[in-house]
């Protein structure tokens, strides 16, 4: 049986065609599928020494929780999937441009999504040694997920993925820096673990790459369709909004994140997401969790 590898590009072209034929209510009938909209570059080595410079201030603390895609936007029903964070200290300009400085020495920028997904433990002692800098420059942030468990910097904005950087000889010198933030961070105490290696023996697609021989396939609709928010109807705002969705071994939606769309429309996606069914994808004859799309569309009749 053919095997569907989950990298990039392909992940959108063979779980669309499984979204759309299952979709019902969510395309008007007898129109064809939206056409699926490309991915952020997740690689805007411009745009990151933009926006690292010269910020006036910095947050600083652990990270934990889900670290799948945490630039995403997931709604409040997906509140509980966002990234996490605890033990957070507040730090003027020289630090926030030490830690800027030190990220900038790099002259290599990868693409963020060869940084493969976690869900990390929120206890200290048994999370693995990854922390969140979210550096500010007047009203605009940058965060910075510093990933030493890989020896990688994941950067993004407000949904928007920005790229990935290797730490290299720079971890040292920044664990030393959180280490004068984060005085109480019992980790921080101790030399800097060694990264693994696993981040580069593979490609990756959002996160995570899974070869499947069958994609999740919907089953269940939610509602019977998503409301159509008001204020986007009195102000005749129409399109599709496209939803990443995680289905897990028993085909229920463990996490969903809209990869594009009219923002008026994408809470109502999202709580019809989060209400669906799916037959989980399988490998070998065993049920895995998988990504797949789900295209809501919205017309103002």
């Not at 005749?236 to 990869?259: C, F, P, S, Y």
Request: aromatic residues 6%.
């Amino acid at each position: 049986m053919r095997r569907f590898r989950y990298l990039l590009a392909l992940l959108v072209a063979v779980t669309l065609t499984a979204a759309a034929a299952a979709s019902g209510p969510f395309f008007p009938p007898g129109t064809p599928p939206p056409p699926v909209p490309e991915f952020p570059s997740g690689c805007e080595p411009e745009l990151i020494r933009t926006r690292l410079a010269s910020p006036d201030s910095a947050v600083v603390a652990r990270a934990c929780g889900n670290l799948r895609l945490p630039w995403g936007y997931r709604g409040w029903r997906g509140r509980h999937q966002a990234l996490r964070s605890y033990g957070r200290r507040v730090t003027g300009a020289d630090w926030a441009r030490s830690l800027a400085q030190t990220l900038l020495d790099s002259a290599a920028v990868d693409t963020i999504y060869r940084v493969p997904g976690l869900v990390a433990s929120c206890k200290p002692a048994q999370g693995p040694p990854i922390y969140l800098a979210r550096l500010h420059r007047g009203d605009q942030a940058t965060s910075v997920l510093l990933r030493f468990d890989l020896g990688v910097a994941a950067v993004f904005a407000d949904e928007v993925p920005l790229g990935m950087i290797v730490l290299g000889e720079r971890a040292d010198s920044l664990w030393a820096l959180l280490a004068q933030v984060l005085e109480d961070d019992p980790t921080l105490r101790h030399a800097r673990p060694a990264p693994a290696d696993s981040v580069f023996t593979a490609p990756h697609a959002v996160g995570e790459a899974v070869a499947v021989d069958t994609p999740p396939v919907q089953i269940g609709r939610g509602r019977e369709a998503p409301d159509y928010p008001e204020q986007a109807r009195r102000q005749g705002i129409q399109g599709t909004v496209h939803v990443l969705v995680r289905v897990d071994t028993k085909g229920e939606v463990e996490d969903a994140v809209v990869l594009a769309g009219p923002e008026l429309l994408r809470d109502s996606a999202l709580e019809t997401v989060w209400g669906m069914r799916f037959k989980p994808a399988r490998a070998g004859g065993v049920a895995v969790a998988a990504w797949t799309m789900v295209p809501a569309t919205y017309r103002v009749h």
